[in-house]
């Protein structure tokens, strides 16, 4: 029998707060910390953006032990959340027999700015930074590094989950985040998808993505028997289609064979709700809606977060994964804020409300660039 893999525990360090808890709190009333922007370095066209704020995370690394000089914001958010998570789950990080992944899109991204004079170039080597990351609590293994455009954080789930089993490792701490630049909104906006007002997933008015600042980290444990409660990753899968460089298949493809695998380990019935990617553009929602359709899914709730934080792109798929883990124990599917009139060629359920649940599942679904998809599923036993 396969090694069952347990989320033994989680942090989440984001505008709305500094504890998963926090968090969850927040998004269940509805917040959200989405301000617009009118000019960042030389980006001066508006854009929405929920930031954290830098003085904060300095604290944070006074009161958790992080020499703040000597790591960029972007390191540490990874240490200030994976370093949370490891000492409520109370394993001991250093051993062999943990693993590191981090999961990020474009980490020191802002460092090749010519201003920059406080860290060396070879900083913004996504390896580099996962290397101080695992080098700040001991762990003798070369850590994973995870970069596979929006689907990253479920990629470094699946990655984390796959070594467990394998048997070379009994651990893993997974952490990823992304801080926004002006490159990166830039980017973004040359692709027509950001928008300046609040963005509305799968709503008949989106307009186009917001972005979001976020660390977020999970600890996984192996368990050679079937839990009696708590959180289980049953399986998850990544299927690529090769659409196109920035635009999602226009049949799902993808992401419908990545539904389909999961499914093959759950009930319909069992599911809670799907929590999308949700990015509020006009060809992402339609994708999804249309790989829900085909998976036999329309009747399931579909909730999405995006609203709240913005796009969070490295740590997407694990901030969203835990959010929907404290979600589904409250017993609850999360409102799609922003989302009023249904605005999608198939009529998928999506919640524009707080409701009740008594699904112990959840999937979690999201897709990136090229073409690539993934999908995860949770499952929640109660003692």
């Known amino acids: 029998m396969d090694r069952v893999i347990r989320c033994i525990a989680d942090s989440v360090v984001s505008p709305l707060g500094l504890t998963s808890a926090e968090n969850y709190r927040n998004v269940k009333a509805g917040r959200s910390k989405l301000l617009r922007y009118e000019t960042m370095g030389n980006v001066s066209t508006p854009f929405m953006l929920s930031r954290i704020d830098r003085a904060v995370i300095d604290a944070l690394c006074r009161e958790l032990g992080i020499p703040c000089k000597d790591y960029t914001f972007f390191e540490k958010m990874l240490l200030v959340s994976s370093l949370q998570a490891v000492r409520e789950s109370g394993i001991e990080a250093s051993s062999n027999r943990v693993l590191f992944v981090i999961s990020t899109t474009k980490g020191n991204v802002s460092l090749l700015d010519a201003s920059n004079d406080d860290f060396p170039e070879e900083r913004v080597l996504l390896g580099k930074s996962a290397a101080l990351v695992a080098e700040f609590f001991g762990n003798p293994n070369t850590p994973i590094t995870v970069c596979n455009a929006c689907i990253s954080g479920l990629c470094a789930q699946i ?20 801080e926004q630049s002006p490159f990166i909104i830039s980017g973004f906006l040359s692709l027509k998808a950001l928008t300046d007002t609040s963005c509305r997933p799968f709503d008949k008015e989106r307009k186009g993505l917001n972005l979001g600042e976020c660390a977020a980290a999970v600890v996984l444990q192996a368990s050679d028997i079937a ?59 339609e994708m999804e809606a249309i790989a829900i359709y085909r998976a036999g899914l329309i009747d399931v709730p579909v909730t999405g977060l995006k609203g709240y934080y913005g796009h969070t792109m490295g740590a997407a798929g694990i901030l969203e994964s835990i959010i929907s883990m404290y979600a589904v ?39 990136g660039f090229a073409g690539c998809n993934a999908a995860l599923l949770y499952r929640y036993r109660k003692s």
């Not at 990655?159 to 992304?178: L, N, P, T």
């Open 159 to 178: 990655e984390a989950m796959r070594a467990i089993r394998s048997g070379r490792y009994d651990c893993a701490v997974v952490v990823g985040a992304d």
């Open 227 to 285: 839990p009696t409660a708590g959180w289980t990753l049953e399986c998850g899968a990544v299927r690529n289609d090769a659409n196109h460089i920035s635009g999602p298949s226009r049949t799902g493809e993808g992401s419908y064979l990545a539904l389909e695998y999961t499914l093959k380990q759950c009930r319909k019935e069992e599911l809670a709700f799907i929590n999308v990617h949700g990015t509020a553009t006009s060809f992402n929602d």
């Open 329 to 367: 124990r409250d017993n609850t599917v999360l409102a799609t804020r922003g989302y009023s009139v249904p605005g999608v060629t198939y009529p998928v359920n999506v919640s524009s409300e707080n409701r009740l649940t008594n699904g112990n599942s959840f999937i979690k679904l999201l897709s």
